[in-house]
C-alpha cells in the first residue's frame, strides 16, 4: 500500500479491451457535460464555468488522494509537460465552446470529430506507434458515421469553423501527451495539476467574467465538475491500458451518446441519417475492439 505522500510511479498496464471500455465510458460521460455547457453558457461566461467545474474536481481529487495528491504534484518531474497538455486543454475549451456559438450543431460535430484522425496521425509521428489497416479502418468508418449522423447542410462559416478544427488538433496534441505521462504519473496526480492550474487561470479571470448564478445553475456546474472528474479518471485511465490510435476512434461514440441524452431529456427522436450514422460509429468501435482481442488471443497449437 502506498503511504502517504508517495511517489507514485505507475507505468502503462496494456489491458486494450478494458481500455477501449473505460473511454465509450468517459467519452459518454463527455457528451452529457457538453449537454450542460451549452445550456449553462447561453447565461455565464466559458471561464467562470470551467473555474467551478475544475474547483470541484481538484476537490473530490484531493480528497481522495489526501496528502500523496499533493506530493505527487509537487514532485513531478513532467512538469512542463503537464503544464503544455492542459494549456493545450484549455485552449481547446475556449476554441470548441466559442465556436458553438456561432455554427450550427451538425457542422460543429463533424468538423470536431476530424480530433481522432489527428490523434491517429500524431501517435504514429510522436509515439511511434504501429498504426494497422483495422485501426485506420475504424476511424475512417467511425468519422464517415459523424458525417452521416451530423448531415451538414451548407458551408459553415471560416472562422468558426478554423476554431472548431482548432481544437480538434489541440485536443489531438493534449491526448499524446497524457499517453506519455502514463509511463511515470498517476491518473489522480494528472487530473489535480491540470484542473489546478485551470482553478488558477481561471479565477484571474473572475473579477471581469464573474456573473451571479442562481442555485440551480451553481447545481449544475457542480454536477459537471463531478461528472468531468468520472469522465477525466476513465479517460486517463484508458490511455495507461491501450494506445492512443486504439482509443482515438472510440471518440465517435460521443455522438451516440449524444443522439440517447438528447431523446432522454428533450424527446427529440433521431433521424434515419442519425441512426445510419450511429450504427457506423458504433461498427468503428466493434472493429477495433475485434481487432485487439485477436491479438491477445492465444495462438492455436
Not at 501517435?123 to 459523424?146: H, Q, Y
Not at 489522480?188 to 445553475?217: E, K, R, Y
Not at 451516440?256 to 450504427?279: E, K, N, R, S
Not at 491479438?295 to 492455436?300: A, D, E, F, S
Request: aromatic share 10%; proline share 5%.
Amino acid at each position: 500500500m502506498t503511504t502517504p505522500g508517495a511517489r507514485q510511479e505507475p507505468g502503462p498496464v496494456e489491458n486494450v479491451q478494458l481500455g477501449v471500455l473505460l473511454a465509450i465510458g468517459g467519452y459518454g460521460i463527455f457528451s452529457g457535460q457538453d449537454a450542460i455547457v451549452k445550456w449553462l453558457v447561453a447565461d455565464h461566461a466559458i471561464w467562470q464555468i470551467l473555474f467551478v467545474r475544475s474547483l470541484t474536481v481538484s476537490i473530490v481529487v484531493l480528497a481522495l488522494a489526501r496528502h500523496s495528491g499533493i506530493a505527487g504534484v509537487v514532485r513531478s518531474p513532467n512538469k512542463a509537460s503537464l503544464t503544455l497538455r492542459a494549456g493545450l486543454i484549455l485552449a481547446a475549451w475556449l476554441c470548441y465552446y466559442t465556436a458553438a456559438r456561432h455554427l450550427a450543431l451538425p457542422d460543429l460535430v463533424t468538423l470536431y470529430y476530424a480530433a481522432p484522425i489527428f490523434i491517429t496521425v500524431m501517435s504514429i509521428v510522436f509515439l511511434k506507434e504501429n498504426v494497422t489497416a483495422m485501426r485506420w479502418l475504424s476511424v475512417i468508418v467511425g468519422f464517415a458515421g459523424v458525417v452521416v449522423a451530423a448531415n451538414p447542410s451548407g458551408r459553415p462559416e471560416f472562422w468558426p469553423a478554423l476554431l472548431v478544427l482548432m481544437a480538434a488538433v489541440l485536443w489531438g496534441g493534449a491526448v499524446i501527451l497524457m499517453r506519455r505521462s502514463m509511463h511515470n504519473e498517476s491518473s489522480l496526480t494528472q487530473m489535480l495539476f491540470s484542473n489546478g492550474l485551470f482553478v488558477i487561470v481561471c479565477g484571474a479571470t473572475l473579477p471581469w467574467t464573474w456573473v451571479a448564478a442562481d442555485w440551480f445553475h451553481l447545481f449544475l456546474m457542480v454536477t459537471l465538475g463531478i461528472g468531468s472528474g468520472i469522465g477525466q479518471f476513465m479517460l486517463y485511465e484508458s490511455f495507461r491500458r491501450a494506445p492512443a490510435s486504439v482509443i482515438a476512434p472510440t471518440e465517435y461514440t460521443a455522438l451516440v451518446w449524444a443522439v440517447i441524452l438528447g431523446y432522454v431529456v428533450w424527446q427529440d427522436l433521431p433521424t434515419l441519417p442519425g441512426v445510419i450514422g450511429a450504427g457506423l460509429i458504433a461498427l468503428a468501435a466493434v472493429i477495433v475492439m475485434v481487432a485487439e482481442r485477436k491479438k491477445t488471443l492465444p495462438l492455436p497449437r
